[in-house]
């Protein structure tokens, strides 16, 4: 008598272990873009209000504004990375539903806090 292919103390099978791989491709991949988002985060900082004070220029508004498009960047990547981690997890037909309460929360708190950058950027 064999046990069934979701026994944990079964290797798994090869469907199973290329659905788990592609399930963590998809994972990896959003959180890249992600990351990407964050970066831009960072950049909009540096660039809206780090750059300003550390230069001799009375003119800031050239700053203030790229600051500002590089965080509606950041915001571009979270939303991107989210859908695209979507669309590739609705086309697995083998694969369940990923998305989780957590994964929600994230996708939104990315955005949410890139509108508070952005709000801090443009409060000269």
Do not use: C, H, K, N
Not at 19 to 41: K, P
Not at 100 to 111: D, Q
Request: net charge negative; charged share 20%; no cysteine.
């Amino acid at each position: 008598m064999t046990a069934p292919a979701s026994d944990p103390a079964l290797p798994p099978t090869p469907e199973e272990d290329a659905g788990r791989r592609t399930d963590l491709a998809v994972e990896r991949t959003q959180l890249a873009w992600w990351r990407t988002g964050l970066t831009a985060l960072a950049v909009a900082i540096g660039v809206g209000r780090l750059v300003p004070e550390l230069s001799d220029s009375d003119t800031t508004w050239p700053y203030v504004v790229a600051g500002i498009l590089f965080a509606f960047y950041g915001i571009a990547m979270f939303l991107q990375g989210t859908a695209r981690g979507r669309t590739v997890s609705r086309a697995e037909s083998e694969s369940p539903g990923r998305a989780s309460r957590v994964e929600f929360l994230l996708a939104i708190a990315g955005p949410l806090l890139a509108v508070l950058v952005i709000a801090l950027i443009a409060a000269t």
